[in-house]
């Protein structure tokens, strides 16, 4: 929102074709991008004029190439910890050093978000993209170097420079989704953008049991690990390619009246500091970073420490577990398409937010009292039950802070809430990883109903202030005052023609 304005940026071309204008003033393309917007720049009943927008087929590919970058930098996060006890016996070290190769990157995004999202604000999107793709695929190398077992500091080392770039990542989805989409699809736009994160984590449960078999000759299992860093970094490489080719900073034109208002704004008039302080008075958003950070929190430890779980009651089962850690990631993705296109179609932000919260703690109870009973077919339904709400609460918690908080910077107000769920995360993967050693499986997943059930009575005690959707309607009231306007005015003239010919 702070970016500089550009004036040919709302400026319409005057040679193209035909555009029509819909409910939410936005200016839609029959066919093609290169066509001139309506002219809806005008002013009617002493109202502010509306500015020109439009929507670019563009949009969907922006979105679709993050979504496959950040793919590639969650599926590291998980790959360590899905086959702990193969890591373990390769590199000779304990299980909570591998837990720490998924911690750190919970550890590394609380230090560096704000940095980050001072730099969002100041270079934009595009910046943002060509570092945390470049850092992405730089760790994904340094991985392939480090394949021997006297090696561990240096996979260590590719680890944080892959979780130095999801710092670059996470908090991006609502962003893209409001400079690039319009009103009515922006939370189906942050739910893909979400997506993308989920199914990498997806892969990351399911791919790295299938290439690494646990097997005890160290030259057959350094191949194995050698095979699938080569293929993540070949990924990781691509994609980087792509980003400097062909992800664009922002459209010409702004999507939406919200949109444009936000680049109205001159950039001397902004302050970074002053929208962090916004941001920490605005009560109900400080009671959604928590409740976020709580439910995101129980997903990362029950993600990180699945394998450990799974391998207690049923062992020899790594490749199972993956499966398990896929059921929860796969049915979260389609609860989060389901929730964004809920969201553009209801804008009901509070009430899906406190059902699906309820219904994550609802999920982490059944979870919890099913997974010692000895039947893994029981395991993968309960775990998809979890996974459908818990990480189909992503882009709720995404989006409500959004309504929240506008005008103040997307990237903010996402940072701001995974750098909750990071520090959430650290703290309960800790402590249910203890509670785990020393009580039990079913102790350490009471541990986090609890604070589930916390995080549900904060969430309902969330006002529910729709700032953006109001920003919107204003807007779209103001473009049919002005409509009203112009059919009076022609009315008018018609009649005083009239009167004037009869006389």
């Known amino acids: ?162 979780s130095f770039a999801q710092v670059f990542i996470l908090g991006m989805p609502s962003r893209i989704a409001s400079v690039w989409f319009g009103s009515e699809e922006v939370s189906t736009a942050c739910s893909i953008g979400v997506f993308g994160n989920q199914l990498g984590i997806a892969i990351g449960f399911l791919v790295p049991p299938i290439l690494v078999p646990n097997v005890d000759d160290m030259d057959e299992l350094a191949h194995h690990i050698r095979i699938m860093f080569y293929i993540t970094a070949g990924v990781a490489t691509l994609l980087f390619v792509l980003v400097v080719f062909v992800f664009q900073e922002r459209p010409k034109i702004p999507p939406t009246q919200a949109q444009a208002t936000a680049r109205s704004i001159p950039p001397e008039q902004y302050s970074y500091i002053a929208s962090i302080r916004n941001l920490l008075r605005n009560k109900p958003f400080m009671l959604l970073v928590v409740t976020y950070g709580l439910n995101v929190g129980c997903f990362y430890a029950v993600g990180t420490l699945l394998n450990r779980m799974i391998i207690v009651h049923y062992p020899g089962e790594e490749v199972n577990a993956g499966r398990i850690g896929l059921t929860i990631v796969i049915a979260g993705m389609v609860g989060s398409l389901i929730c964004g296109v809920w969201l553009d179609r209801t804008k009901t932000y509070k009430q899906t937010t406190l059902a699906v919260y309820l219904l994550s703690l609802v999920g982490m109870i059944v979870y919890a009292a099913t997974l010692s009973l000895g039947h893994l077919w029981v395991v993968f339904i309960t775990a998809g039950v979890l996974g459908f709400f818990m990480t189909g609460y992503l882009p709720l918690g995404f989006e409500f802070a959004v309504e929240l908080t506008y005008p103040e910077s997307e990237g903010t107000s996402s940072g701001l809430l995974n750098c909750s769920a990071q520090v959430f995360g650290i703290i309960f993967t800790i402590c249910q990883g203890k509670i785990i050693d020393n009580y039990g499986t079913l102790a350490g997943n009471i541990f986090l109903c609890v604070f589930l059930l916390i995080g549900t009575i904060m969430t309902a005690l969330i006002k529910s202030d729709l700032r953006r959707q109001n920003a919107n309607l204003q807007a779209k009231a103001a473009a049919e005052r002005h409509k009203s306007g112009q059919d009076y005015g022609a009315t008018s003239l018609i009649s005083e023609q009239q009167t004037s010919s009869q006389a």
Request: a negative charge; glycine letters at 4%; hydrophobic letters at 40%.
């Open 1 to 162: 929102m702070s970016e500089k304005q550009a004036l040919e940026d709302t400026k319409p071309n005057e040679d193209q074709s035909v555009w029509k204008a819909d409910s939410d003033n936005h200016v839609k393309l029959e066919g093609g991008d290169a066509a001139k917007p309506s002219d809806v720049s005008s002013e009617g009943n002493g109202s502010e004029g509306l500015q020109a927008t439009r929507l670019y087929h563009r949009r969907w590919v922006i979105v679709f190439l993050f979504s496959l970058y950040s793919l590639s930098n969650s599926y590291q996060w998980i790959q360590y910890s899905i086959i702990s006890n193969i890591f373990t016996k390769f590199y000779s070290v304990d299980d909570f050093t591998i837990d720490w190769m998924s911690m750190i990157y919970m550890l590394t995004y609380i230090p560096f978000i704000f940095p980050v999202t001072w730099l969002l604000d100041k270079k934009g999107l595009r910046v943002i993209a060509l570092v945390a793709t470049a850092l992405n695929c730089a760790g994904t190398w340094i991985k392939v170097a480090s394949v021997r077992p006297n090696l561990f500091y240096v996979t260590f080392l590719g680890q944080f420079c892959c």
